[in-house]
């Protein structure tokens, strides 16, 4: 399975702590944009299409070692069918209450008043500022599923620059965010025209210990969320973070290679992931182990 990116790949998020990605048929003045990764799978199609040869479109890339190779041993060159690549957007939440008060004092991360921290006025604008680009750009017309973690900031941050607008009286359709959901003074937002919105536990801040990463229930936030779908969490308390142990750096690239895995069996072709800084730093770091080092530090890039 292969990472790729057309021109450049850099770790970006809605924060702006990361170089933008130039992508030449989106441009725009917002100062954050979506990273934008090709991942195709060295696996077949469980239902392979019947393409005439003459039809088919490849794209050339650099693939594990393990399954092409130079005489060398050293990764090269090779064409996969475009129809097996996807294409994410991968972006990082807006401003929490928890960045701000985790610079004055990085022990701030250990209160309990930070608990499934929420945007700042800050992120909300980072959020706005997000929006405008991808209805600028056209990407709100061409993502087909949106995949967030199930915590209140990336959800604020999903819905914020990938759904609706401000939900009007008398349309149809449940709200992706009711008013005000999680103290955020910001009206409801509409489920309208916008693509589907799935709730994952995968693609989790490291867990465990800091309050700030410890989730609600679920029923709370199918009230705060009702068009996101919470279906494939399977339990309504967070039996996954534990007061005493955080989780390690390793386990989160791995927790993070097998959500990567999961999302190439998905059928959607294009698809936004809204996650945390630290999920994508290392996931991205052991993603890239096989690529030529000046791309690997494109990927891993902060």
């Known amino acids: 399975m292969c990472l790729l ?5 850099s770790f970006c998020n809605a ?3 990361a170089a933008s990605l130039n992508h030449k048929s989106c441009k725009s003045k917002s100062a954050t944009h979506p990273c934008h990764a090709f991942v195709s799978s060295p696996n077949p199609p ?3 299409a019947r393409l005439h040869p003459s039809s088919l479109n490849a794209r050339c890339c650099s693939s594990s070692p393990a399954l092409f190779t130079d005489m060398d041993g050293r990764p090269s060159s090779s064409l996969l069918p475009l129809q097996r690549c996807k294409i994410l957007h991968l972006v990082r939440h807006a401003q929490g209450i928890h960045n701000v008060e985790g610079e004055k004092d990085h022990s701030a991360y250990m209160s309990p008043e930070l608990f499934d921290a929420h945007l700042t006025p800050l992120g909300w604008n980072q959020v706005d500022n997000l929006h405008r680009h991808v209805i600028a750009c056209g990407l709100n017309k061409k993502i087909d599923l949106v995949i967030t973690s199930p915590l209140l900031r990336t959800m ?7 759904g609706g607008e401000a939900l009007v009286d008398g349309v149809k359709g449940r709200p992706l965010m009711v008013e005000n959901a999680g103290n955020s003074g910001r009206p409801a937002i509409s489920s ?3 693509p589907p919105f799935v709730a994952v536990e995968a693609c989790r ?13 679920i029923r709370e936030y199918q009230t705060l969320f009702p068009a996101i779908d919470f279906s494939l969490i399977e339990s309504n308390e967070d039996i996954l973070w534990e007061p005493n142990v955080r989780e390690p750096n390793e386990e989160v690239a791995i927790r993070g290679m097998k959500f990567f895995n999961w999302l190439l069996t998905r059928r ?11 999920f994508l730093f290392h996931t991205l770091r052991r993603f890239g182990k096989d690529f030529h ?4 530090d494109e990927i891993c890039k902060q």
Do not use: N, Y
């Not at 990116?5 to 790949?9: G, K, T």
């Not at 604020?156 to 990938?162: E, I, L, R």
């Open 293 to 296: 080092p000046l791309i690997k």
């Open 156 to 162: 604020q941050t999903a819905v914020g620059v990938f």
């Open 15 to 17: 924060k702006a702590i």
């Open 268 to 278: 959607e072709t294009e698809i936004a992931v809204i996650t945390h800084s630290g």
């Open 46 to 48: 469980s239902s392979p």
């Open 205 to 217: 801040e490291h867990l465990g210990v800091h309050p700030c990463d410890k989730r609600r229930t």
């Open 5 to 9: 990116s057309s021109p450049f790949l």
């Open 192 to 194: 309208l025209d916008s």
